[in-house]
């Protein structure tokens, strides 16, 4: 099983723990890849409201690139699937589109052929490392401990151009946290928005949103969130004390990146999941992983 | 089959609180939510109040929360909701006022289409005029396929923490008449000027939800985005998220990736204010070691990349 790694701007920015926690995971589970060293930022959308097709030709590089490889893509971050899902999508549709951004790409001799497909590290271990394997690999079970998940937008929506998980009704990260011996909490606002797009211009909004998902899911005895995008992570993370405060409650809910979980079970140190990075302490967790590593190695 | 539908009952005047109650009904082959709902209303229980009328997906009355998601209830299948959720509940539109059962009130919703005055602003025309559309040139992007439903204002994230957000339906209405080239552009100046501020077209997260739930497939959303581009486009960049999205082009241009050293600074602008809110958070973040390097090298083949935007961007 291998792969092109696109790890995106964040893993190799403000969340380098994301980044961290992915190389420290992937290869027991089987997973091989090649970093797309030279890949581009996917425009988050963002680049995309200014300029549509200068963001669809920054993705046809990047696919141009992997399939120079003669590999698929994986990516690490929520919100770069779901623009490369879309990205693709459209220039795999639209032979005279693709042709058009291929014309872009030629002062670097790339050329996009519409073979590559896009996937998430998480329906990667999920369909094709697969639970059993995953399973194999847990050295210390999770139990007693209630994780909530956070899928964020784009992993699921437009649920057309991500054909993975059943946008009303995603199951992928709860089988992970079941796999890992913990228990998935059920509530509303794991499939809402984490506010991250807006919080720089449009703070309080953001926080609103952000602070009525942490805060349900920490009513719902969640003891720590896991989330597959790394920009959910920031505004769940670095945003919590603001968020707090906007929904006038305690928080202090660790938040996980998915592959810092799965590691977190594989008996992977704290210290290579990079979990120091996070501004809301992750030692709650730590302290149970802790005991049962003890009680296992008791056993 | 039979099977078991759950709906949220209230009555304002009797019921201190909303309620749940089941009804069991025999399922029969093809049957519609909004078919079972007819036959509870005529089995069951007459005073079960909602909203329907044309059955076929035209009129826009039956939208409702169907198992957590908006739907209209006249062309969801109770047999695919079962198979999906294992069960069926039903619920009013979400974060509108509900007047009886599954009826909402839609005034805000209405009063938002109307506050962005849907319609051709184009004093230039003659009323002897042509005031038919040149052949060809119009490009709605399949926002007039709009019926008014409300299911998009339920599902919207932002409209759920601040009810006064202009809202998907509206803003991609407004989007309808910028697009339209009959519209004088002073006026067209002025739609898009009036939606720069709080509630208007930069409260959108880009969450996706009014595109998955429109049963018509208007994609509010990406009306939105065209909208802040139009905005862009006639010089309208001195709002946070104008600055957001020229700021990041700008950087993707600079290092091939997102600099997030940078992209704060960007958005903040020219304001100290702003400065000073943002700086607590990036000393933090900067203390645990989430800030990266402002001067960190571009990526490789970051020329091309700087080419191939220089050149979508003309």
Redesign the interface.
Known sequence: MKYALYPG??A?????ELYQSTMAIIGRLGIEVTEL?????C?????????P??AL??NA?TFAQAERLGLDVMTICGTCQ?VMSTANRQLKADPALLQRVNR??E??RLVYHGNVQVKHLLWVVVREVGLAKLKDEVQVTLGDLKIAPFYG??I????WDLGFD????PNSLEKLIRAVGAEPVDY?GKI??C????I????D??L??NG?NLKEAKEGGADAMVTPCPLCHMSLD??QE?AARKVETNLNLPVLHLPQMLGLAMGVSAKELGV????VPVDSILKVVGERRKESGRS | MRLAFTIRRYHPELDAAPHEETYRLDVTRGMTVLDALIRIKNEEDGRLTFRYSCRSAICGSCAMTINGAEKLACRTSVRKEWERHGGITIEPLRHLPVLKDLAVDMCSFWGKVRAIEPWVQADHLTPTGPLSLPAGSAQFHNVDACIMCGACVAACTVHEVDQGFLGPAALAKAYRFVADPREDSAARTARLAALQGPTGMWDCTRCNFCVEVCPKDVKPMEAIIRLRRAAIQAGMTDTGGARHVVGFRDLIARFGRLNEALMPLKVVGPSLRRLLHVLPLGLRMLLKGKVPNPLHPPIEGVRHVRALLERTRR
């Not at chain 1, 425009?43 to 300029?51: F, H, I, L, P, Q």
């Not at chain 1, 120091?276 to 501004?279: A, K, P, S, T, V």
């Open positions: 701007c964040a190799k920015g403000a969340t380098p060293t030279a890949s581009s930022c425009g988050a959308g963002v680049v995309a409201e200014a300029d097709e200068g030709a920054l590089r779901g872009l790409l002062t670097e937008c784009y699921l929506r437009p649920s059943d946008p009303e009704n509303g809402k928005c506010g991250f797009p807006i720089l211009e449009k703070e909004i953001a609103a949103m009525a670095i945003y603001r120091e990075h996070h501004l």
